[in-house]
C-alpha cells in the first residue's frame, strides 16, 4: 500500500479566511491514522483535498482565492502531478453525505467498478446492509429512485456509498465520519466491516469522538484548522 502525506498544508476556501493553517500528517502505508476535532475544524477539508475534491470546479469556487500551500503526496508524488483518474483509482471514500447518482442502487454501487459480477456487487451490498434495497432491483426500483435524485434516508445513502467502497477495494480509504447516519443496529456490525477493510490500507479516519478510533495507528487532534496533539489512544486519554 501506498504512504500519504501532508506536508505543510494551508488552505481556505476564501482568501481572507485560512482554514488549514499548515497540517503535517504521515500515514504510513496500510496503516490507519484518525483526525478527530470539533466541528468546524478543518477535519473534512483534509480529506477533500487528499481526493482533490476542489480540482472538479464546484460553483462557488474561485481558483484565485483559494490561497493553497504546502503538499500532499501519495507514494512520494504530488497529488498535483497525479491524473485525477489514477488519484481516484487509487483512493476509495466514504463522504459524511453522499450525493448519489439518479440511478439504480445497483449502479450507484458498482460506479467505479462496472467490471464486478454480480456475485462481488451482492457480497459488498450485504456486508454495508443494503442487500435488501438492490435485491428490489430492478422491478422495484422505480420505488427508490425519484426525478430528483434517490428517495433514501442519510443512513441508506451512506451504506451505499459503503457498498461502493467495498467493492472499489481501492488501496487508499478515506473515512469520513462513514457511519455517522447509521442507526445503532446497522453502525456496529458496518464499523466491524470498515476496520476489516481498513486493516491492510492506508486509512484516513475522521470521526467526532476519540472513542471511536482506539485501534488507529496514530491520532491527529486538529482545532482551528492546527494539529494541536498527536499521539496514540492510550496517551491522549492520559493526557486528558
Ligand atoms: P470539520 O470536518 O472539522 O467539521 P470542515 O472541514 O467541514 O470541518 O470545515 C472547516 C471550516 O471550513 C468550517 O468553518 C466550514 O464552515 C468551512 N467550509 C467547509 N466547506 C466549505 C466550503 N465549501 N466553502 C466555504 N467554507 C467551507
Ligand atoms: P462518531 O461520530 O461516533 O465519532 P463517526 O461515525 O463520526 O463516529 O466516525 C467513526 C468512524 O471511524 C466509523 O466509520 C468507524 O468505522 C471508523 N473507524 C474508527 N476506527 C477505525 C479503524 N481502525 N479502521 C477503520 N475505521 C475506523
Given at each position: 500500500?501506498?504512504?500519504?502525506?501532508?506536508?505543510?498544508?494551508?488552505?481556505?476556501?476564501?482568501?481572507?479566511?485560512?482554514?488549514?493553517?499548515?497540517?503535517?500528517?504521515?500515514?504510513?502505508?496500510?496503516?490507519?491514522?484518525?483526525?478527530?476535532?470539533?466541528?468546524?475544524?478543518?477535519?473534512?477539508?483534509?480529506?477533500?483535498?487528499?481526493?482533490?475534491?476542489?480540482?472538479?470546479?464546484?460553483?462557488?469556487?474561485?481558483?484565485?482565492?483559494?490561497?493553497?500551500?504546502?503538499?500532499?503526496?501519495?507514494?512520494?508524488?504530488?497529488?498535483?502531478?497525479?491524473?485525477?483518474?489514477?488519484?481516484?483509482?487509487?483512493?476509495?471514500?466514504?463522504?459524511?453525505?453522499?450525493?448519489?447518482?439518479?440511478?439504480?442502487?445497483e449502479y450507484n454501487i458498482r460506479y467505479g467498478r462496472p467490471d464486478a459480477t454480480d456475485e462481488e456487487v451482492c457480497e459488498a451490498a450485504r456486508a454495508a446492509h443494503i442487500l435488501a434495497f438492490i435485491e428490489r432491483l430492478p422491478q422495484g426500483w422505480k420505488t427508490v429512485v425519484g426525478e430528483r435524485g434517490l428517495k433514501l434516508s442519510g443512513g441508506e445513502k451512506q451504506r451505499v456509498a459503503i457498498a461502493r467502497t467495498l467493492l472499489k477495494n481501492p488501496p487508499i480509504l478515506i473515512l469520513d465520519e462513514a457511519t455517522s447516519a447509521l442507526d445503532s443496529a446497522n453502525e456496529r456490525a458496518i464499523q466491524a466491516e470498515l476496520r476489516r477493510l481498513a486493516r491492510d490500507r492506508t486509512t484516513l479516519v475522521i470521526a467526532h469522538r476519540l472513542s471511536t478510533v482506539v485501534d488507529a495507528h496514530e491520532i491527529v487532534v486538529l482545532d482551528n484548522g492546527r494539529v494541536v496533539e498527536r499521539g496514540r489512544h492510550a496517551e491522549l486519554l492520559a493526557q486528558g
Open positions: 500500500a501506498p504512504d500519504v502525506r501532508f506536508e505543510g498544508v494551508h488552505f481556505g476556501y476564501e482568501r481572507e479566511r485560512a482554514i488549514l493553517h499548515g497540517v503535517d500528517l504521515v500515514i504510513p502505508a496500510g496503516r490507519t491514522v484518525a483526525v478527530v476535532g470539533p466541528s468546524g475544524a478543518g477535519k473534512s477539508t483534509l480529506a477533500r483535498l487528499l481526493y482533490r475534491f476542489y480540482d472538479v470546479g464546484r460553483p462557488g469556487d474561485d481558483d484565485a482565492a483559494r490561497a493553497a500551500a504546502g503538499r500532499i503526496t501519495v507514494e512520494g508524488h504530488d497529488i498535483r502531478d497525479l491524473t485525477q483518474a489514477s488519484l481516484r483509482r487509487a483512493i476509495g471514500i466514504v463522504p459524511q453525505d453522499t450525493v448519489l447518482f439518479n440511478d439504480t442502487i
